[in-house]
């Protein structure tokens, strides 16, 4: 089978991080050779854009300035890390992809998504995620999981953490639009339960999609 794109998508605080590192483990255990990367990020160049976006205060960039380097930083990434793994054969996970702009630039930040979706058609000229997963959970449990994970490890707030539960109900409601309007590409899964429970669900959602996976991953 070609190399597939699958991208993980979803509010802060809903465990993607960590389920996309289960199901790149379950994947390399039958022979699929799985590239692992995030958004803002991946490469070099789109690692140091990542650092200019996220740090600072709420108002530091205007809703089109920040859409233009999240775009900047991801057409760095599908050039020069996705596209070839792909090429090569292997499967790349993405922890957030252009769903996340949609979601936070087009919903929230009131650029409007038919604006995000034509900056996006733009640059990167018809190529999407072959499946996107859109983790969904109530907000203020979500919100719970980022303050305790901050405490916890004295990890930083990102500007967007910091934003009020207000904002991440929008950001809930974007991404359940995004799905509805996408059936076929956009899942969601109920992010609410054990590690154990969400990868189960994430398993089924992908051999929903690949039917030859059926049984095999997972051991189950
Ligand atoms: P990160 O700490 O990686 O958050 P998470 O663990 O929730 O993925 O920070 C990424 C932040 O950047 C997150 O708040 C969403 C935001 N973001 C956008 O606003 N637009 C985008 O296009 C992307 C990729 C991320």
């Known amino acids: 089978m ?8 979803g509010g802060e605080g809903a465990g993607k991080t960590t389920q996309a590192k289960m199901l790149a483990d ?14 803002p990020g991946g490469t070099f160049g789109a690692e140091s854009i990542r ?3 996220l740090e600072g205060t709420d108002d530091r960039w205007s809703g089109m300035t920040e859409l233009l380097l999240m775009y900047a930083a991801r057409l760095d990434h599908v050039e020069k890390l996705i596209k070839p ?36 058609d733009v ?5 999407n995620p072959d499946l996107t997963l859109v983790f969904d959970m109530d907000v203020y449990l979500s919100l719970k999981r980022v303050e305790t994970r901050a405490a916890q490890d004295d990890e930083v ?15 809930r409601e974007a991404y359940l639009d995004i799905a ?6 956009v899942k969601v899964v109920d992010a609410d339960g054990s590690r154990q429970a969400v990868h189960s669900r994430i398993l089924n959602a992908l051999t929903a999609k690949y039917p030859e996976f059926a049984g095999k991953l997972g051991g189950a």
Request: proline share 1%; glycine share 8%; hydrophobic share 40%.
């Open 51 to 53: 650092k200019l976006v």
């Open 2 to 9: 070609a190399g597939q794109f699958i991208t993980f998508e």
């Open 85 to 120: 793994a792909l090429q090569r054969g292997a499967w790349v996970i993405s922890d957030r992809f252009s769903d996340s702009s949609l979601a936070y630039q087009g919903y929230a930040r009131d650029l409007g998504a038919d604006r995000v979706r034509s900056v996006h």
């Open 157 to 171: 707030l990102t500007r967007f953490d910091k934003a009020g539960q207000a904002f991440h109900t929008t950001i």
């Open 180 to 185: 509805k309007n996408e059936p076929a590409r």
């Open 26 to 39: 379950a994947l390399e255990k039958v022979g699929v050779e799985t590239i692992l990367t995030r958004e």
């Open 123 to 127: 640059v990167m000229e018809g190529f």
